[in-house]
């Protein structure tokens, strides 16, 4: 089974293609050669500063494109919950002490 995919992997390669679907990128000289990373504006090597300032980029980028509520939603939103949170409060409360009372009856007897 794995010499097959090796065998595949191995002709689409020769055929100039990239095994992951994508054509390899070539050099002038008609030579294939391996597709390049984008590092967008990072310089590659890594490194924890720059890989850290990279994040932060892209943290900023998509906050940018969030939708966010506007006051009277998060209010609304924010009213829903507490009750919610009262009210399964109250329940299980009501359970807790309902089944207290049910065991100490039969712990009595």
Known sequence: MATKSVKKIQ????AGKNPK?????K??????NQPQKKTQGVESGGGFINTAVQFLREVKTE???VTW???KQTVSST???VTLVIIVAFY????DLLLS???GYVMQG
């Open 11 to 14: 002709r689409n390669t020769s």
């Open 21 to 25: 679907g994508g054509k390899s990128a």
């Open 27 to 32: 050099t002038s000289k008609g030579q294939k």
């Open 63 to 65: 906050l940018k494109k």
């Open 69 to 71: 509520p506007t006051k």
């Open 79 to 81: 009213i829903v919950v």
């Open 92 to 95: 299980l409360g009501l359970v």
């Open 101 to 103: 009372h049910v065991v």
